[in-house]
């Protein structure tokens, strides 16, 4: 399965070896009868900080209270451009079904294959516990 064109436009700005690995990881889901797609690649501040109010400021997303623990500013996110002027994060979920984002969705396997890429898996975050997250080392 190729990137979509969506998924694409998503990965601009994102550190070139997180792009491979992400593609790669995409691909390997998809030959396995899960196919995902990118959520979001690089964020701006203001991004950010809307991510950082929501359960705080304002309302939730869907279950989720916190989202982030990042306020972009003081803390900022792996998905904000670093020194090497990339984004080192990426959030995928699933294609195809109701819940992307759904606990009974296969993110063990998938967490399996970010770390096997050498990256880390937010999934073994405990707070906030974040499956769709994949950032390099």
């Given at each position: 399965m190729a990137l979509t064109g969506r998924?694409?436009?998503?990965?601009?700005?994102?550190?070139?070896?997180?792009v491979t690995a992400i593609t790669e990881i995409l691909d390997a889901m998809a030959a396995a009868g899960h196919p995902m797609f990118v959520?979001?690649?690089?964020r701006t501040v203001a991004q950010q900080?809307?991510?950082y109010a929501r359960g705080r400021t304002t309302p939730p997303?869907?279950?989720?209270?916190?989202?982030?623990?990042?306020?972009?500013?003081?803390?900022?996110?792996n998905h904000q451009p670093h020194a090497d002027g990339y984004g080192h994060a990426v959030d995928c979920?699933?294609?195809g079904v109701v819940n992307p984002f759904g606990d009974q969705?296969?993110?063990e396997d998938y967490g399996k294959r970010v770390e096997a890429a050498g990256l880390i898996w937010g999934g073994r975050w405990s707070?906030?516990?974040?499956?769709?997250?994949a950032e390099l080392v």
């Amino acid at each position: 399965m190729a990137l979509t064109g969506r998924d694409i436009d998503r990965l601009i700005g994102v550190h070139p070896t997180l792009v491979t690995a992400i593609t790669e990881i995409l691909d390997a889901m998809a030959a396995a009868g899960h196919p995902m797609f990118v959520v979001q690649g690089v964020r701006t501040v203001a991004q950010q900080q809307a991510l950082y109010a929501r359960g705080r400021t304002t309302p939730p997303i869907g279950s989720k209270f916190i989202v982030t623990m990042k306020d972009g500013v003081t803390h900022r996110s792996n998905h904000q451009p670093h020194a090497d002027g990339y984004g080192h994060a990426v959030d995928c979920a699933f294609s195809g079904v109701v819940n992307p984002f759904g606990d009974q969705m296969p993110w063990e396997d998938y967490g399996k294959r970010v770390e096997a890429a050498g990256l880390i898996w937010g999934g073994r975050w405990s707070h906030p516990h974040d499956s769709p997250h994949a950032e390099l080392v």
